[in-house]
């Protein structure tokens, strides 16, 4: 490995373990303040369900993967409707959250800890659907979480994810309704940000729709579906604070954007 692309790759690392100390040290109270439901499988604040928009499909039955199941919220309403469900997490207190949360919703799911830029443990076409919801803006190389994806699903096989819009986040954070401005300019793919919570500099990534979507072609995934939701009021995630989220805001701009890709 060359001098520049070593430097590249301990920044990448240090980064990681970052973001990995974050979420083991956040994650009770994240999941305090926040009280996903495990009834629904969810994409974002204030975003229409899976039931609402049906991309995944018919579950029963189909092995399913959650790529940064945090609480295992998703995993465990997808085993509820019949998914055979494995999620996967950074953070160990996030799985240890997620295993107990499982046992009290009486359902087996198989909660692992974990890189998903590093799917090894997976054999390759083991899974039908691979989800994830609100996790890639964390990830530090977007192109091997898609590689992997690609490399662990079935040949009918599809990656349907959730994230930050691009667009969205060039508002920084808690946007003022009525006084919309650009903070960030939207070719900025990365920012460097004191979390308040934990005091950990985190390295956020902000790739633009054309990062996202090339890299999916690039590895080989056809794009069947786009969704930037409109809000749904009364579907605000509870605990989800209205500082960074605010409903007139989202009115006017999509605070989450979805895609749906399948395997070629």
């Known amino acids: 490995m060359r001098g520049k692309d070593k430097e590249i790759e301990e920044i990448k690392i240090k980064y990681k373990k970052r973001i990995k100390e974050h979420w083991n040290t956040d994650a009770l109270a994240y999941q305090k303040r926040q009280k996903l439901s495990t009834d629904y499988i ?21 092995e399913i993967i959650e790529l940064g199941c945090g609480g295992g919220q998703c995993s465990i ?31 087996t799911v198989n909660f692992l800890q974990g890189d ?14 691979a989800f994830s919801a609100c996790v890639f803006d964390w990830v530090q190389n977007l192109d091997e979480v898609f590689k992997e994806a690609f490399r662990i699903l079935k040949k009918t096989g599809i990656l349907v994810f959730s994230m930050g819009h691009p667009f969205y986040n060039c508002l920084g ?4 309704p009525n006084d919309l401005k650009l903070k960030l300019s939207y ?15 985190i390295n956020y990534k902000l790739p633009t729709i054309g990062d996202i979507i090339n890299s999916l072609i690039k590895t080989g995934f056809y794009i069947e579906k786009i969704v930037e939701p409109e809000p749904v009021e009364e579907k605000f995630m509870e ?3 209205a ?7 989202l009115n006017m701009v999509p605070a989450t954007i979805i895609v749906k890709a399948r395997k070629n």
């Open 116 to 129: 998903i830029e590093n799917l090894s443990m997976f054999d390759d076409e083991n899974m039908d659907i």
């Open 239 to 241: 605990g989800t604070s």
């Open 42 to 62: 969810h994409y974002g604040p204030s975003c229409p369900t899976e039931e609402d928009l049906n991309l995944l499909g018919e579950v029963q039955g189909k």
């Open 173 to 176: 954070d808690s946007p003022n």
């Open 243 to 249: 500082d960074y989220y605010p409903i007139e805001v």
């Open 187 to 201: 070719f900025q793919r990365d920012i460097l940000e004191k979390d308040g919570n934990t005091g950990l500099t």
């Open 77 to 107: 309403a997808l085993t509820k409707k019949g998914a055979k469900c494995t999620g996967i997490d950074l953070s160990e207190e996030q799985i240890k959250f997620a295993k107990n949360l499982a046992k009290k919703n009486d359902v």
